[in-house]
């Protein structure tokens, strides 16, 4: 089973909502990480899970918030967004094998089919 | 500057014609992806190459890696239009697994 689920699969919200995107995986990667896409442009990486720790935030907005319950489990809670945040929102997951003599992990990263979200 | 330089940005082409995508960056990596991404899914790996000069074929794709391991290109002999997708290279770069993608190549095959 090499799948990532979102849920949900689309979601439009009020700039004065509170709404959650979920993420799971079952291939017992260690490793998860949310991703925002505009149209026509590459995914741009927001934070990095590892072991269920947080071990990348990208700058991102606190209006962003991640959560990682388990292994399995990634969430991304969202509240007070603006238009602008309107985009396609990619979970990815990998094995996380840590370091190799000093070398970035490179491992293959699975993605979701991601949840399009819109921000009136 | 972007760490790598997809190129083209664009390209629609008829059924049947060839095209090459090419990723450059002036940084060597040990190892290099290409994924292909349809509207409203995320992308999926195609392959992943790693050895200087090497060549990768999967179908009617042929995926090469630069002899210095600065650059690649993806070819695609007798396009058809279940390959029109956004193409993304991408590399892991510094520590924690951060993937750094290209523009993209957005493809267009038209029957």
């Known amino acids: 089973d090499t799948e990532v689920t979102q849920t949900p699969k689309h979601l439009v919200m009020g700039m004065t909502n509170k709404k959650s995107l979920k993420c799971e995986q079952h291939?017992?990667?260690?490793?998860m990480y949310w991703y925002k896409q505009k149209a026509k442009k590459p995914p741009e990486l927001m934070f990095v899970y590892s072991y269920e720790k947080l071990s990348i935030n990208e700058s991102v907005p606190s209006r962003f918030s991640p959560e990682c319950p388990n292994s399995s489990l990634l969430n991304l809670h969202l509240h007070a967004l603006q238009p602008e945040d309107s985009a396609l929102y990619l979970c990815?997951?990998?094995?996380?094998?840590?370091?190799?003599?000093?070398?970035?992990?490179?491992?293959?990263?699975?993605f979701g089919p991601g949840t399009r979200l819109l921000v009136l | 500057t972007q760490l790598l330089e997809q190129s083209p940005q664009f390209l629609s082409i008829q059924e049947g014609e060839n095209l090459t995508v090419y990723c450059n960056s002036s940084?060597?990596?040990?190892?290099l992806q290409w994924y292909r991404q349809e509207p409203g899914e995320g992308p999926v790996l195609l392959v992943t190459?790693?050895?200087?000069?090497e060549v990768k074929k999967l179908k009617r794709l042929t995926f090469q890696f630069g002899d210095a391991r600065k650059d690649s290109s993806l070819h695609i002999t007798a396009a058809q239009p279940g390959d029109t997708g956004l193409y993304l290279c991408?590399?892991?770069?510094?520590?924690?697994?951060?993937?750094?993608f290209g523009q993209g190549t957005e493809l267009s095959v038209k029957p």
């Open positions: 940084s060597v990596f040990s190892s």
């Open positions: 190459v790693v050895t200087g000069g």
């Open positions: 291939m017992g990667h260690r490793a």
């Open positions: 991408a590399v892991t770069y510094n520590q924690g697994g951060k993937l750094i």
């Open positions: 990815a997951s990998s094995q996380d094998k840590g370091w190799t003599s000093g070398r970035a992990k490179e491992e293959t990263q699975y």
